[in-house]
């Protein structure tokens, strides 16, 4: 017994000594990897938890559009031409500079580029001989062709995704990501032969560009800064679906600016002062808004500082003069400053203006008929100035009438300078000029050469009026608008999603009807139809001469994308919000 009891002393003595023993390198690398593991599931853990609090912070909505649309366009007109200056060709051809005998003489007949040129141009050489052709005017090279363009159905998609977060107290942000297609295309570039098939960055929101979500918009608003009324925005500016645009969308107001004057995406920055505090104005709120349209050199292959365009630059004031709920009432000044004879997008390049403009590459796209080259454009000139200012009143009657009336005015002052395409509300001025004559060898002919010398260089008024009503109905409501443009208004609302082209910028009447059935508080189904009636031609393109159709037609005057005389599309589309 004594033996055993000595025998349980020593090990009870001995445990401490094992159990203090000190650890193995095995012992102590199985103990840092159970540490890495567990310190990996807690990051994992707080990775998830920061990610679903980020997550929670922004507040996602949309609405989806589905729409047909039956398009007819009648009496479009082509009509090839250019702005001549006959003045100086009369003096050139008294002076002989025309009648220069040609190098070698074929046996044909041509014996010097004036007589070649009158023989190919017999009416013309009539009318110039008979003194009957202005000093400058239009040289029409090819008579007028009529046609009527019918498209039965044509289907189109719109997404919008709209974000929200609250950043701070007085800080939050906002965006909207939009895809707008039609139905099986996605390429992206449409061939060129109007606005609406510019894939440019102030009107991809507007234009069915392929199925890409494009942002529309994305900006923060700082609020009462420093305790004042004032507050900041900047980034990708609200300013497309202004007032009083948000009843035919059957949305309420989805932009800041006038919708009359502008729908247009820019970035930019607006500093802005709540007044109803100083005023006891409800609503009453004034904005100064900045923002950029074209960045001349970044990005443009200023390779050795050949760039000779100017930053466009916007800049103008937005004032909601009363806003209470049922009365709505706005004033917008702003000004446009150096715009350009176009902007930086993609095209596909019309293969009927390759004989005139591009002969080289003609010879080989008649291989090729069904083929249009893709290209990247730049402007290639400043061209001037332009105004815009207007007054829109909405009212929101008790009875569930929505009506409003918005007056606008538009002023464009040249500088005198012309591109490709032609200068502010002007033609590019063409002079007669002597190249090789292809067809004989050794010989000349006379052939219209462009000259950066526009046609005008006034400045030009023009105006614009839009009303509407909406009015309840069974299962909805039921709009009508009216609104006309003059011969010089060029508003900046071509992202406009009007399949013609935006109705708001249109030169002459347009007239819509529309049935909104409510199917419910997110859903509801649109029938209408909106028709056109043109007088001038270059509706919502602030680059050429607008002139009158019936000119075109008469071929007293060209065109150089097709002239449409009137158009109408009939609509049913499907919305639905979420």
Known sequence: MRRLFALLLAALLAVPAVALAAPTV?????????????????????????????????????????????????????????????????????????????????????????????????????AFMAGALPPQGYFVVAPAEKSTINNDVLYTTRLRLGMKAKVSDNVNFSGRLSMYKNWGDSTGVKVFDSWN???????NGGNTSGDWLRVERAYFDWKDIGGSDFYLSIGRRPSTYGPPSQYRENELRGGTPSGHLVHFNFDGITVGYHLS????????????????????????GELFNEINTEDVHLGGFNIDALNDGTNFLQFTLFRAENVTDGFKGLIAFPSQFAQQMAPTMWNDLQNFPNFNFVTRVQPSTNIGDIMLGGIGFTREEMNGVNWFTSLAWTQTDPNGKAGLFGGLLSDPTYRAALVDDPSNPGEQMIVPAFTTTPSSDKKRDGYSVYAGIQIPAPLGKLGLEYNYGSK????????????????????GHVGE???????????????????????????GSPVGAPVKIADVQDGKASSM??????AWDGYASLTVKF
Request: with cysteine.
């Open 488 to 507: 010089y208004w060029i508003p900046f609302t071509q992202a406009q999603d009007d399949l013609i082209g935006s109705k708001l910028a249109t030169r």
């Open 277 to 300: 505090k100083l005023t006891g104005i409800e609503g009453q709120t004034v904005r100064f808004c900045y923002g950029q349209g074209f960045e001349s050199e970044w990005g443009n």
């Open 26 to 126: 095995e012992e102590m690398q199985k103990k840092i990897d159970e540490l890495n593991e567990e310190l990996a599931e807690l990051s994992d853990r707080v990775d998830k938890t920061e990610r679903h609090t980020a997550t929670d912070r922004i507040s996602w909505y949309g609405d989806l559009r589905v729409k047909a649309d039956t398009l007819h366009y009648k009496d479009v007109t082509a009509s090839q031409g250019v702005y001549f200056d006959f003045a100086d060709f009369g003096q050139r051809a008294m002076a002989g500079e025309f009648s220069v005998p040609a190098a070698t003489d074929p046996g044909d007949g041509s014996t010097t580029p004036l007589s070649k040129f009158m023989a190919a141009f017999p009416e013309q050489a009539a």
């Open 197 to 203: 098939s510019f894939t440019m960055d102030g009107t």
């Open 513 to 539: 009807a529309y049935y909104i059935f409510d199917v419910n508080p997110n859903m509801f189904i649109k029938l209408g139809g909106i028709y056109y009636d043109y007088e001038y031609t270059g509706s």
């Open 561 to 566: 994308l097709p002239a449409v005389d009137t």
